[in-house]
């Protein structure tokens, strides 16, 4: 049981006890592990001195062969400044090392990439940009994490500019390819057009921004996207550059008002934005068969049940402990080792389109319950890693 599953607060404060304790016992999730032999004298000349300086003054000469001479070709960091780690917000390097780690235990349990866990003391976007840029020769891609918005995309995109590796920020396309696929099936389950859809984002940060755009490159048109002060519009003032930029492409119908107001007669509710602020009167407002992704992470915007009350037909998470885990989970792994096999450099809007697609095919009969498939299901990684090109 979570700890955030638990009402009593003796009994959270005893289950955190647990984590805690069990995560000390453990030490660290992930090592190193050498994938050549040191048995004799002859081993070490060649993979150490004086052989190594061979191969060293090889990649001086040719560093495009560091991928097939080197850790490069199946490696990932996963980079984090702490600034907005899961639901608990700006906790820093060290509260982001653990989720750091866990990322990099899934890479080599999911997909078999070597990941390593990178947190930096620092949250100064163009610090993060020059650090990342100093270490990406060791890896074949970056895999950005829990970097706050609206910092995040200007990192992710002077990274993208800068590096001949793929970069993705997390947060915003794992979590928009995969809340993409569930939706390409829940449509199916509801019988709906995926373009005529109407849609509702609560959070119009890192992950909301990302699923908005990419639903749009889908062919949903009708897409409004709220942030505290309510929907993004053009015109609106005290917009950051990035929420205008967003507002130009999304709420055709210059819908204004708060969530309760424009949520009336949407098809789908995504909520990226923070624990407890749908309630099951916003989905009675909604249209018949309402689509519900509470996907705020570890306390999502609804709990299922209150969500089901309220007549939702469609009910995501991004828990495993309920049906319908919408989680990145599913996505990270198999794009980059799609792109390390490929030699992509850059993932496009198309691939992860394509990705999604992909994704969802894995659920032949969806049902309310089943729209996407789980995160152990063993044709995931190269199912997802095949529409990477």
Not at 129 to 148: H, M, Q, Y
Not at 245 to 261: E, Y
Request: hydrophobic fraction near 45%; proline fraction near 6%.
């Amino acid at each position: 049981m979570l700890y955030t599953e638990v009402s009593s607060p003796i009994s959270m404060k005893q289950t955190k006890k647990r984590i805690v304790a069990a995560f000390k016992k453990a030490g660290a999730r992930i090592e190193t592990k050498s994938r050549v032999k040191l048995k004799n004298k002859d081993d070490i000349s060649l993979w150490y001195t004086p052989g190594v300086g061979a191969a060293s003054e090889h990649l001086a000469a040719h560093p495009e062969d560091a991928r097939s001479m080197s850790v490069k070709r199946n490696s990932v960091a996963v980079v984090s400044d702490g600034s907005a780690v899961l639901g608990l917000g700006n906790i820093g390097p060290y509260g982001a090392l653990p989720v750091m780690e866990g990322k990099a235990l899934i890479f080599r349990e999911m997909a078999g990439i070597d990941a390593w866990p990178i947190v930096l003391d620092t949250q100064d976007p163009d610090e993060i940009i020059r650090t990342v840029l100093a270490i990406a020769p060791s890896f074949g891609g970056i895999n950005l994490e829990d970097i706050k918005a609206p910092q995040c995309f200007a990192v992710e995109k002077a990274l993208i500019e800068k590096l001949s590796i793929p970069v993705m920020h997390d947060d915003q396309h794992g979590t928009a390819i995969v809340t993409l696929a569930a939706l390409i099936n829940a449509a199916k389950v509801v019988k709906k057009k995926l373009p005529a859809l109407r849609v509702v984002i609560s959070g119009a940060g890192a992950a909301g921004t990302a699923v908005a755009l990419l639903l749009r490159a889908a062919g949903i048109t009708d897409i409004i996207v709220l942030d505290r002060a309510g929907a993004l519009y053009v015109g609106r003032p005290d917009m950051n550059t990035d929420k205008q930029g967003l507002a130009l492409v999304t709420n055709p119908r210059k819908a204004i008002g708060d969530l309760a107001t424009v949520l009336m007669g949407a098809d789908v509710f995504i909520g990226v934005s923070g624990p407890d602020l749908l309630t099951a009167d916003h989905i009675r407002s909604m249209a018949g068969k309402a689509i519900v992704f509470a996907l705020s992470n570890p306390v999502p915007e609804i709990m299922p049940d209150e969500a089901k009350k309220g007549g939702a037909f469609i009910v995501g998470t991004g828990r495993s402990d309920f049906p319908n885990q919408i989680n990145n989970a599913l996505v990270f792994p198999g794009i980059f080792r799609g792109a390390l096999d490929k030699g992509v450099t850059s993932i496009t809007q198309e691939t992860k389109v394509r990705a999604a697609k992909a994704l969802a095919s894995l659920v032949t009969n969806p049902t309310a319950n089943k729209i996407v498939p789980d995160i152990f299901d063993k044709r995931v990684v190269p199912t997802v890693a095949k529409a990477v090109r």
